[in-house]
C-alpha cells in the first residue's frame, strides 16, 4: 500500500500536530479508557493507573539497561495494510516482527509534524523495537511485579496479598519503558496517537498504527 506521509491537508495536520498538547499522562489515561474493562474506572483512577504504569515501565527500562536483547527481530512489509502495524511480539518463540512501512510512515510523520527534537531519526524502529522487549520481560517474569506496582488489590488473607490485572496498563509500561530507553522527548504515545489520525485521514481506517501481542 502506498501510504506515505507529507500530504496532509494543513487542517489536518494542525488537527493532528495538536495532540501534542495533551501530556504524556494525558495519553495514557487515554488509551486505558479505550480498553475494554476500563469504562466503569473513574478519571482519577485511570490517571492514577497510567502513572503508576509509566513509572513501572521506565524503572524497568533502568535495570534492563545494556542487558541483551533476548529477542529475535523479523523484519517484513505489510504493516499499514494491517491498520497500521508497527510491530508484533510473539511470547511462544520470543520473536518481534517490525512492520518496515509502517517505520517509515511515522518517520515522515514526526517530520511532517516538526517532532524531530522529540523522536530523533530511527527512533521509531527503536521504540518499536524496546516497546516489544518491554513485553518479552513482562511476559517472562515480570507480571506480578506489575500487578503489584498497578496496586488493584482483588484478595487479602492475612499478609498475602493478590492483585489483579488492569487491560492497556502493559500498554502504558511498554510505551514509557521504550521513551526511557531510547531517550525520547515524549512517550510513543504521542506518535501512535498521531499516526492513528493520521492513517485515518488517508484511509478511513479506524485501527491505530500499534503494536500487537500474540
Ligand atoms: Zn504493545
Do not use: K
Amino acid at each position: 500500500m502506498s501510504i506515505t506521509a507529507g500530504v496532509l491537508p494543513a487542517a489536518d495536520r494542525r488537527r493532528i500536530a495538536a495532540l501534542a498538547d495533551r501530556s504524556d499522562d494525558a495519553l495514557g489515561v487515554r488509551l486505558l479508557r479505550g480498553t475494554p474493562t476500563n469504562e466503569a474506572r473513574s478519571e482519577e483512577h485511570l490517571t492514577d493507573l497510567s502513572r503508576r504504569a509509566t513509572s513501572f515501565g521506565a524503572a524497568l527500562a533502568d535495570r534492563a539497561s545494556g542487558a541483551p536483547a533476548a529477542i529475535t527481530v523479523v523484519e517484513r512489509d505489510g504493516g499499514l495494510a494491517q491498520g497500521g502495524l508497527l510491530a508484533r511480539y510473539g511470547s511462544r518463540e520470543h520473536r518481534v516482527e517490525l512492520f518496515t512501512d509502517t517505520v517509515d510512515f511515522c518517520e515522515h510523520l514526526v517530520d511532517e509534524l516538526g517532532w524531530r527534537s522529540w523522536f530523533p531519526a530511527g527512533s521509531v524502529q527503536a521504540a518499536a523495537v524496546e516497546h516489544e522487549r518491554a513485553h518479552h520481560l513482562v511476559t517472562v517474569d515480570r507480571s506480578r511485579d506489575l500487578r503489584a506496582a498497578l496496586g488493584l488489590e482483588v484478595l487479602r488473607i492475612g499478609r498475602f496479598r493478590r492483585f489483579g490485572t488492569v487491560a492497556g496498563a502493559d500498554e502504558v509500561a511498554a510505551h514509557a519503558f521504550a521513551a526511557r530507553s531510547v531517550r525520547l522527548g515524549r512517550s510513543p504515545l504521542l506518535l501512535t496517537a498521531a499516526a492513528q489520525a493520521a492513517l485515518a485521514t488517508r484511509t478511513g481506517a479506524r485501527r491505530a498504527p500499534t503494536t500487537r501481542e500474540n
